[in-house]
């Protein structure tokens, strides 16, 4: 199974911050990537897919980078309504995988 | 839009049985495929396999080989989720997502969830 390790865990920013969440996978998987949003008691929503391709309706400021083995999901300039947890997904092999999630609190 | 309406919470006791449903709506069910996909209490995702809406074809994650059976229903444009011999470490949210497909795939939308609490 493929590993898929985000940093950091959690963070504290401020509104307005630039925030970075990567995520690594234990061998390359090309672009197939995915990134999530979930809110405490919610479903989660997709933001990104292919790594790089925004989902329809989710606002500019989200962006999804990398290739192979480095991703990154950048909030240009975070917003009371991004405090959440993100997850990053693969869809390069079976079975799909997760990673733990980094959670994006409120300095 | 697509849409993904899940049946409500169930309480059963260790060793029982779940069924959960997924009626899916907005869409061409046939076209997209159904994941579900886990989450424990203050735990993260774990996709759980996945059922073809046109044929039924499945593809269960090892760990849940032999004790979950995914299903569809096509005249009801319903997906269902079955577990058995359930423990305690079963209680979790259990979503449906569907797959949507570019390059590669995805899960969009999601359903609400059903939380389902195993205890004695």
């Known amino acids: 199974d493929i590993q898929l390790t985000q940093s950091p865990s959690s963070l504290s920013a401020s509104v307005g911050d630039r925030v970075t969440i990567t995520c690594r996978p234990s061998q390359s998987i090309t672009t197939y990537l995915n990134w999530y949003q979930q809110k405490p008691g919610k479903a989660p929503k997709l933001l990104v897919f292919d790594a790089s391709s925004l989902q329809s309706g989710v606002p500019s400021r989200f962006s999804g980078s990398g290739s192979g083995t480095d991703f990154t999901l950048t909030i240009s300039s975070l917003q009371p309504e991004d405090f959440a947890t993100y997850y990053c997904q693969q869809s390069f092999s079976s079975p799909r995988t997760f990673g733990q999630g980094t959670k994006v609190e409120i300095k | 839009q697509a849409q993904l309406v899940q049946s409500g919470a169930e309480v059963k006791k260790p060793g029982a049985s779940v069924k959960v449903s997924c009626k899916a709506t907005?869409?061409?069910?046939?076209?997209?495929?159904l994941s579900w996909v886990r989450q424990a209490p203050g735990q993260g995702l774990e996709w759980m396999g996945w059922v073809s809406g046109s044929n039924g074809d499945t593809n269960y994650a090892q760990k849940f080989q032999g004790r979950v059976n995914m299903t569809r229903d096509t005249s009801t444009t319903t997906a269902y989720l079955e577990l058995r011999s359930l423990t305690s470490d079963d209680t979790a949210v259990y979503y449906c997502a569907r797959n949507d497909y570019g390059d590669s795939d995805w899960f969009d939308p999601w359903g609400q969830g059903t939380l389902v609490i195993v205890s004695s």
């Open positions: 907005g869409y061409t069910f046939s076209t997209y495929g």
